[in-house]
């Protein structure tokens, strides 16, 4: 294999350069054959041998890959123009590059296709990085940015594949396809005049400004999801208008779901529900799947359609059958301590689940239970 010599903004060829010297390592002849399955990994430390990612926003990214950087792995980073690709691809090649808990400062090679120098730099200086120029001889890891502008001559196909991360307008980080760690993790940041942030609290950018001491506001309703390891506390709005010839909208979640829980609130809890448009939104644009959501959706259409307010200290979990029993969920345990410990003084869960929260320190906390909609 040869040495990456020529780029352009618009695509970079793989160009063989016989009069330079390659940072690609070459294998030796008889490294090619087969090999034992108990002699590859000798001599490796199952604990270190990832490259380590410290710091809070380090921590997120870790999270996220299952561990940290598996090395000789490829990760593709995709996602909506101008959310933070390249901020984040460079906040995480100065951690590499700084060594942390891996044993001391190593090369990192930042390939870019789309910006200049100049603009690369300025951002490093923005978010307090020092880079350079100078030929890099084996790197501990090499970031394309973006691998779309890049080709290898005499082969056909479009750039990808490997471990991919989907970076969303919130920030969230989140992985698609990873073979060396879970795919249920979730990291969430902030984008900063210094660069991606990670957020300590992320139930706060799911809660309005209505949570902190404002007037109390018919038709919220607070739901407490789990993704992945973390637990999130999402706020629901609903509206109901009487007498209005559009049909309403759902914003955020299944509108198989949507229908189902307005469906039983008109039959098993006896709301009149036919003659409204109704209007739900899940704020921030947060898109529920969690069926622990269903009890909190149909919490915000009935203080909507009631005119009747929930107070803001009050939380719901629990997913609604069709005969508008309420019935309980996984990590029932985790999602009201996440409650607890965010200062909401109720949380509604299902009847059959208050029994084995009976026992929990939850500081003053009430857990009510309840058996359906009526």
Same mark, same amino acid.
């Given at each position: ?33 087969p ?12 604990l ?22 598996v090395?000789?792995c ?27 808990? &891996?044993? =001391?400062?190593?090369? #990192? $090679?930042?390939? +870019? ?5 100049e603009?690369?730099? %300025? @951002? ?33 196909? &479009?750039? =990808?594949?490997?471990? #991919? $991360?989907?970076? +969303? ?8 396809? %990873? @073979? ?24 706060e ?23 992945g ?9 609903a509206l ?20 189902m ?114």
């Amino acid at each position: 294999m040869g040495t990456m010599t020529q780029m352009s903004v618009s695509q970079t060829e793989f160009v063989e350069d016989k009069s330079r010297k390659s940072w690609i390592v070459p294998r030796k002849t008889d490294e090619l054959g087969p090999q034992r399955l108990t002699d590859v990994n000798k001599g490796v430390n199952q604990l270190t041998w990832r490259i380590p990612l410290s710091g809070v926003f380090g921590a997120e990214v870790y999270r996220v890959l299952g561990g940290g950087l598996v090395p000789g792995c490829l990760v593709l980073v995709g996602g909506d123009p101008g959310v933070g690709k390249s901020t984040l691809l460079l906040q995480i090649a100065a951690m590499v590059a700084q060594g942390g808990d &891996s044993g =001391g400062p190593a090369p #990192v $090679l930042y390939i +870019s296709g789309e910006e200049s120098v100049e603009q690369i730099g %300025n @951002r490093a200086d923005r978010m307090g990085m020092g880079i350079g120029t100078e030929e890099l001889l084996s790197p501990r890891a090499l970031i394309i940015d973006s691998i779309q502008t890049m080709y290898l001559k005499g082969v056909s196909g &479009s750039a =990808g594949g490997g471990e #991919v $991360l989907v970076y +969303s307008s919130h920030r969230f980080l989140r992985s698609v396809k %990873n @073979r060396f760690g879970s795919t249920d993790e979730l990291g969430v940041f902030e984008m900063s005049q210094s660069g991606l942030q990670a957020v300590s609290n992320p139930s706060e950018i799911f809660l309005s400004e209505q949570q902190l001491d404002f007037d109390v506001l018919a038709g919220l309703a607070i739901a407490v999801i789990v993704d992945g390891s973390r637990t999130f506390l999402i706020e629901i709005q609903a509206l109901c208008t009487p007498g209005m010839p559009v049909s309403g909208s759902v914003t955020g979640i299944p509108q198989s779901r949507f229908n189902m829980i307005t469906r039983v609130l008109m039959k098993q809890a006896g709301l009149k529900l036919q003659d409204n448009a109704i209007f739900v939104n899940v704020v921030s644009g947060v898109k529920l799947t969690d069926t622990a959501g269903d009890l909190a959706i149909a919490a915000a259409i009935c203080s909507s359609f009631l005119e009747s307010p929930i107070p803001n200290d009050v939380a719901f979990i629990g997913e609604i059958g069709l005969g508008g029993e309420l019935r309980g969920v996984s990590r029932m345990e985790k999602r009201v301590n996440a409650v607890s410990k965010l200062g909401y003084r109720k949380c509604i869960v299902p009847k059959s689940a208050e029994k084995s929260l009976a026992s929990l320190d939850l500081g003053g906390m009430k857990v009510l239970g309840c058996k359906n909609l009526k």
